[in-house]
Structure formats: C-alpha cells, structure tokens
C-alpha cells in the first residue's frame, strides 16, 4: 500500500512493483488487466446510467441483484450467477463514465506504465471491490490457471481512509495470493520457476 497522495505515478509505481515482485519469483508470463472506475462523481452517474439500463430485466437478476440494484448496483457486475453475469456485462465496453479529471488521471496511469515496460490490457472489462475503489483499478493475470487466473489484484481508494475515521488521503495498493501465484510459476516448469539473478 502507498498511502498519502493521489498523484497518477503512485499507480504506476505500486503496479511496477508489483509486476517486479512476480517476475523476481519466476513469474514472467503475466499481464496487467487495466482500467479505471472514475472518481465518486463519475460513478455517481455512471450507477445512475447501470440501473437505467438494467431495469427492464430486474425481475431476471437474482435476490440478492435486486437488493443490490437498491443499494450499490455496481455489486451486480461482480455476482457469480451465470443469468446476472450475463445481464449485467451486456454492454460493450466498461460501465464506468469517466470525467475530465478522471480521464487525465487513467491517461498519465497508461502513459507511466508503457514507459516503465509494464505490459496492460486497457480493453477488457472486470469489476473490483466496488464498494470503495475509486479511478485505477488492476488486476494481474496468469496463463496456465483457467478461468481462476487473477493472480494479484488491487487500485486505487482514496477515500477508505476516512471512511475508518482517519484523515483524507489518497491510497493505492494491491494483495496477491501466494497459491495462485505458485501454481501459475508451476505451470511454467521448472525453468521458470527458478528467479534470474
């Protein structure tokens, strides 16, 4: 976790770190899933946009959708339930509207990580923890896992502090599980699995 600024290049730098850690651990073969959320007003309108469009097939989410749908609608991108996945990942491209703001922000993101060599998907659509992650948003993925292929994932919660009762400052990090990034070193063989010097 870096905590205390809000700036562009402490996203960039996290995720370099990040990405360093895997490949020091023989991780070589993995790719960033990159993508932004916009900031509390952006996602404002883009929750008012989401329940716009799934309205009409409410009654086809499941319970707990329909409670979501009052509460935080954004929930619903991340239920497991095959008939809601499908519903709620419709659209073409991310649900998220960004602003100005938040657009210069996820452009300075995407320009630090091509200088730094870090290699990213912007163009596939996922949810994060919605409940508090504002702008970045990343994941980590590995070949050789199937469908469970995330093995890192994190961005940005500028707000998270505050909301514990502490003052208001920017924050950005990442949590990775070890099994996953064991078995994803695994699938590469041995000679992958042993750290370059």
């Known amino acids: 976790e870096a905590i205390g600024s809000e700036s562009p290049w402490v996203d960039v730098e996290v995720i370099t770190l990040c990405m360093h850690i895997f490949r020091a651990c023989g991780l070589t073969d993995a790719l960033v899933w990159l993508s932004s959320m916009g900031s509390r007003k952006d996602q404002q309108r ?8 799934l309205a009409p097939r409410k009654t086809e989410l499941c319970k707990e959708c329909q409670a979501r749908f009052e509460k935080n609608v954004f929930r619903v991108l991340d239920c497991k339930n095959p008939t809601c996945h499908a519903i ?11 602003g100005e703001t938040s657009q210069a922000h996820f452009d300075e993101v995407r320009r630090g990580l091509r200088d730094a060599g870090i290699p990213f ?3 596939k659509v996922f949810a994060r ?7 970045t948003v990343f994941e980590v993925r590995a070949k050789g896992l199937g469908a469970q292929d ?9 707000h998270l502090v505050e909301e514990f009762g502490g003052p208001s400052v ?3 990090g990442f949590a990775a599980g070890i099994e996953r990034l064991l078995m994803a070193i695994d699938a590469h063989g041995p000679a992958a699995a042993a750290p370059t010097p």
């Open 150 to 158: 995330a093995v890192a994932a994190g961005g940005r919660y500028d």
């Open 129 to 135: 923890g919605l409940d508090y992650y504002t702008r």
């Open 46 to 53: 883009s929750a008012q946009q989401l329940r716009a469009r």
């Open 170 to 172: 920017g924050a950005f």
């Open 88 to 98: 709620a990942w419709e659209i073409k491209g991310s649900p998220f509207v960004l």
């Open 121 to 123: 998907d912007d163009t």
